[in-house]
């Protein structure tokens, strides 16, 4: 069973740079489609990018697309969120979470079955 804990996040004025780190343990990632999601206060887990194991394609939600960047250095077991020019409306929980195969779309959080416990980005105007 995979555990996954998410590192990086904190209090930033807006325009500027964090990244977000969600280390694995128990199981390698190299053979788990990987992605970030994030939820603000009162609102539900919205999906922010997404990596597919075996070298597939990224994609992003179109709020984040430009600014952040998902990457995967699975000889580290660890996937990276980069989240540039950061806006106040980023600020929510952040989260990580893995799936060996999708059973249903990729942006979905009932999509993956592992999560971390997340890691706040709290973004000031």
């Known amino acids: 069973q995979v555990q996954l804990v998410e590192s990086g996040g904190g209090l930033m004025q807006a325009g500027g740079s964090l990244r977000l780190s969600c280390a694995a343990s128990g199981r390698t990632l190299s053979t788990l489609h990987m992605a970030w999601f994030r939820q603000a206060p009162g609102k539900g887990r919205e999906f922010v990018a997404a990596?597919?194991?075996?070298?597939?394609?990224?994609y992003y939600a179109d709020s984040v697309k430009g600014r952040f960047t998902i990457d995967r250095d699975d000889a580290k077991n660890t996937v990276y969120l980069q989240m540039i020019s950061l806006r106040p409306e980023d600020t929510a929980l952040y989260y990580c979470?893995?799936?060996?195969?999708?059973?249903?779309?990729?942006?979905?959080?009932?999509?993956?079955?592992?999560w971390g416990q997340g890691t706040q980005v709290t973004v000031s105007s």
């Open positions: 990596t597919f194991w075996g070298g597939g394609p990224t």
């Open positions: 979470a893995g799936v060996h195969s999708y059973r249903t779309a990729y942006n979905r959080p009932d999509a993956y079955d592992v």
